[in-house]
């Protein structure tokens, strides 16, 4: 059974930092590419970034609004993901998901599309004074 | 960006009717080389995670019950419950990944049970 436990969420005073992280199992963690997805509340889904496994390059990329302030790595020992995020605004409140992009052999055996298979439960971060 | 605009913003079906719901993007998702619209649909129950329920605008994630099916190519698509289960009620977001990884999600349709 495929599982995404996220941790390390928060309260943080805008300007602050905090580390999430995504637990994973269930399936094969180092080929998987990754993405985090965040939804403010009330409101509806924001894609945040994603990162390549690491024999696809390992490289991230993000969104506008986080751009330079958050980044994404991984332990593939650990089977884990993580969001680093600093000089947290306001705007940056929302639950964080963490998910793994889809695959299609049959159109693609080498590299994942980026629908979102499996999702964690999330996490809350609150950012406010 | 691919803005994807969803309609209506929120429906009310009673049970056993039918439920569809519309996803528009600002630019084509069909991609001619996969022959493929890069369209996905995904269900939110009120305190869950989305769960993912078609890929390529029509092909249903294993699992996922037949009365939910996809359709549409290049700019619009739809997704329709073809005949509504309580357990359905839920928010249904679209989102392309034509322009990966900048993936964009509509704004969500609410669905309930009238």
């Known amino acids: 059974e495929v599982q995404l436990v996220e941790s390390g969420g928060g309260l943080v005073k805008p300007g602050g930092s905090l580390r999430l992280s995504c637990e994973t199992s269930g399936f094969t963690f180092s080929h998987a590419w990754m993405s985090w997805v965040r939804q403010a509340p009330g409101k509806g889904l924001e894609w945040v970034g994603r990162?390549?496994?690491?024999?696809?390059?390992?490289?991230?990329d993000y969104a506008a609004p986080v751009q330079g302030r958050f980044s994404i790595s991984r332990d593939d020992s650990k089977n884990t993901l993580y969001l680093h995020m600093s000089s947290l605004k306001i705007d940056d409140t929302a639950v964080y998901y963490c998910?793994?992009?889809?695959?299609?052999?049959?159109?693609?055996?080498?590299?994942?599309?980026?629908?979102?298979?499996?999702w964690g439960q999330g996490i809350q971060v609150t950012v406010s004074s | 960006d691919i803005v994807m605009t969803q309609s209506p913003d929120s429906l009310a079906v009673s049970l056993g009717e039918r439920a569809t719901i519309n996803c528009k993007s600002s630019?084509?998702?069909?991609?001619?080389?996969?022959?493929?619209?890069?369209l996905a649909w995904y269900q939110q129950k009120a305190g869950q995670p989305p769960k993912l329920l078609i890929y390529w605008a029509s092909t249903r994630e294993s699992g996922v019950p037949d009365r939910f099916s996809g359709s549409g190519s290049g700019t619009d698509f739809t997704l329709t419950i073809s005949s509504l289960q309580a357990e359905d009620v839920a928010v249904y977001y679209c989102?392309?990944?034509?322009?990966?990884?900048?993936?964009?999600f509509g704004g969500g349709t609410k669905v309930e049970i009238k």
């Open positions: 998910a793994s992009l889809g695959r299609d052999q049959r159109i693609s055996p080498l590299r994942p599309f980026d629908w979102l298979s499996f």
């Open positions: 989102q392309q990944y034509y322009t990966n990884p900048q993936v964009t």
């Open positions: 630019q084509n998702v069909f991609y001619s080389s996969t022959n493929k619209s890069y």
């Open positions: 990162i390549k496994s690491k024999i696809d390059g390992g490289t991230s």
